[in-house]
């Protein structure tokens, strides 16, 4: 079955960074775009960071563009979100999206994995 494990989150100074890390199994990895979301306390899941199946493209909202970087090795089935120049306001708990994928032959599903804990905060 398709699972997703996120690593890496923790508590972390303003001007810090961090790496979060998914690992995706259970599907064919190299065929699907991947997501980065995340929800803090009181507000909806906001999309972070977008990258494309193979990794040529990437988008990210504006509120951490020039921050984060969002990667992906195909060969390992992960996906990576480098978090430079983190600020409070980035704290919330950090979602890798598998969006879309074919879980039979008519049926299209969004995955998850259980999320990762980011506070940011001096």
């Known amino acids: 079955q398709v699972q997703l494990v996120e690593s890496g989150g923790g508590w972390v100074q303003p001007g810090g960074s961090l790496r979060l890390s998914c690992a995706a199994s259970?599907?064919?990895?190299?065929?699907?775009?991947m997501n980065w979301y995340r929800q803090a306390p009181g507000k909806e899941r906001e999309l972070v960071a977008t990258?494309?199946?193979?990794?040529?493209?990437?988008n990210y909202v504006y509120s951490v563009k020039g921050r984060f970087t969002i990667s992906r090795d195909n060969a390992k089935n992960m996906v990576y979100l480098q978090m430079n120049s983190l600020k409070p306001e980035d704290t919330a708990v950090y979602y890798c999206?598998?969006?879309?994928?074919?879980?039979?032959?008519?049926?299209?599903?969004?995955?998850w994995g259980q999320g990762t804990q980011v506070t940011v905060s001096s």
């Open positions: 999206n598998a969006p879309r994928v074919w879980v039979d032959i008519r049926s299209l599903k969004d995955f």
């Open positions: 990258i494309t199946n193979t990794g040529t493209g990437t």
């Open positions: 259970g599907f064919t990895f190299s065929n699907y775009p």
